[in-house]
């Protein structure tokens, strides 16, 4: 999940224990820096070494949510204590539904991760679970590494056996101790329902939908969607009216697995779905069985951008890309609280210690961790040079050798998935760095449209905003990805600006190339660019010419290589 960052911050009083009593924040803490564990697993699921993306750094939590939510009052005391405290990087799997979003600087998140900027400290943020609708993405600040989540190679399977002898695969984490020996009736919901239920709402398990009498003992068929309530709730549901089991249909055909504890469940897409309501209309006794849940390792494609991950642009704005960076988020294996276990663990069974959970919430760790790692190798970096360097080496190949696809089998944009998925061993030689500065942020301030009088105050500087501030200016802010909200057709070449500092070898010529969308002309002036000891920085223009191409958004790259290096730039261009 993506805890949800409350805005009523009168009532809600965060308890005065330092406990993680919901276990989000020390899963999240584990993967980003957990110790090496060896023979982790939940329940004998995704068995192995488990170790968090940077095991020897330390972490220093800060509790801001209760089971109200997360004041903002208590999130920006809790950043000025981490930055007190002398953290190098601040996680936060946090953030606000996009369509209540506050601007900027009315955004506790944004407005703490500003000053965390400010005083070095880099801030790495969740990107939210709302996708996968466009303007869904969160924590979108410059100043702030947003990150998109991706399904791994490993997925959890839960078969349905039916009466007839088919097999189906669906999508579960369960403790099931049903085995392949005894069948149970299959019932579809709205078949079953409680008298004077509307259909819709007993073909999706909608509580108080179903009759129990008639739900007892059997496994139920339910549908995932309208009438829309959790699968933890409809879980509970066929549960309390002792159903055997419960196999959900997923309209949307893509969502991280669920883990249902001990009660037998399963999760299938539309097509199967109707395969097993069609077995159900047409036998007198329809029978099924859930079996146990198996790991199946080495998935291809991986990664693939997750179902719920949200997509940008921004609503705040389209002039900077967002989400920057995409990493693991579906099915991620972490620490949890004994409390959380207590909830999912069988009878008699021993407490693992260990949860799989899904989430940009745990894709953000993933490149907290990956920062970390960056910087213990380059302790003097600043948070813009580190974040450069993995979104100019992130990858945008799976492990089929094709470009990543976003779960429709379509090649995912950079809306979806940023730059690509984190390569954090290539980060820690980028070549070439873009450096954003606090004067770059304060610049973006002005051309969104803040007052001057309030970036004063906010970032307490005397800064002049630029006379000339319009929100076009904001695609040359010194960011290591280009986007721009609007290039009219009619008006020629834009030009755009960026330059890059020299990490590498001190002496060395980089040339550029260009991956441009079909219609559009995209130019790098200067063609190369070549450092000395003594010129560390190069400045260079994009030229961007759409007046051939289609409108809309089209995505495309600017890479600069010298030897073994590659840095590469990812630019969306919205032509008009
Ligand atoms: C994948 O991309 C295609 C084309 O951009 C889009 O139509 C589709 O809705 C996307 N699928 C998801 C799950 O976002
Ligand atoms: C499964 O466990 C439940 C209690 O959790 C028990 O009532 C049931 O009889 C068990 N079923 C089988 C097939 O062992
Ligand atoms: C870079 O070039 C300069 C002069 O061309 C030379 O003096 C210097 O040794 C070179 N540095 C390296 C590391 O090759
Ligand atoms: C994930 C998991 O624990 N699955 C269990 C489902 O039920 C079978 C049978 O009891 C177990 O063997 C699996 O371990």
Partial sequence: MHASNGNNTTQMRVDKSPRDTVGHGTHTASIAAGAIVANASYHGLAQGTARGGSPFFRIAAYKVCSEDGCPGSTILKAIDDAVKDGVDIISISIGTSAFLQPDFLKDPIAIGAFHAEQMGVMVVCSGGNEG????????????????AASNIDRGFHSKVLLGNGRIFQGSAINFSNLTRTETYPLAYGKDIAAKYSPIPEARSCYPGSLDPEKVKGKIIVCFDGFPVVSRTIKKLVAEDANAKGLILINENDESAPFDSGPFPFTEVGTTIGYKILK???????????????????????????????????????????????????????????????????????????????????????????????????????????????????????????????????????????????????????????????????????????????????????????????????????????????KLEKSKGFLTIKRSVTNVGHPNVTYTSTVQAPMGMKVKVLPKKITFLENVKRVSFKVLFDGSEASSGYKFGSITWSAAQYSVRTVFAVNVE
Wanted: proline share 10%; net charge neutral.
């Fill in 279 to 485: 077995y159900i209309n047409s036998n007198k006794n329809p029978s099924a069985i859930i079996l146990p849940t198996v790991e199946i390792p080495r998935i291809k494609p991986a990664p693939v951008v997750a179902y719920f991950s949200s997509r940008g642009p921004s609503v705040l704005t389209e002039n900077i890309l967002k989400p920057d960076i995409m990493a693991p988020g579906v099915a991620i294996l972490g620490a949890i609280t004994p409390k959380d276990e207590e909830e999912s663990a069988s009878d008699g069974e021993k407490p693992g210690g260990y949860a799989l959970e899904s989430g940009t919430s745990m894709a953000c760790p993933h490149v907290t961790g990956a920062s970390a790692l960056v910087k213990s190798v380059h302790p003097k970096w600043t948070s813009s040079m580190i974040r450069s360097a993995l979104m100019t080496t992130a990858t945008v190949y799976d492990n089929m050798r094709k470009p990543v696809t976003n779960g429709s089998a379509s090649f995912a944009t950079p809306h979806e998935m940023g730059v690509g998925e984190i390569s954090p061993v290539k980060a820690l030689n980028p070549g070439l760095v873009f450096e954003t500065t606090t004067e770059d942020y304060l610049r973006f301030l002005c051309y969104n449209g803040s007052p001057e009088k309030t970036i004063r105050s906010m970032s307490k500087t005397k800064f002049k905003c630029p006379t000339k501030s319009s929100d076009d200016l904001i695609s040359n802010i010194n960011y290591p990805s280009i986007s721009i909200s």
């Fill in 132 to 147: 996968p609708d466009p303007f869904t993405v969160t924590n979108a600040a410059p100043w702030i590494f947003t990150v």
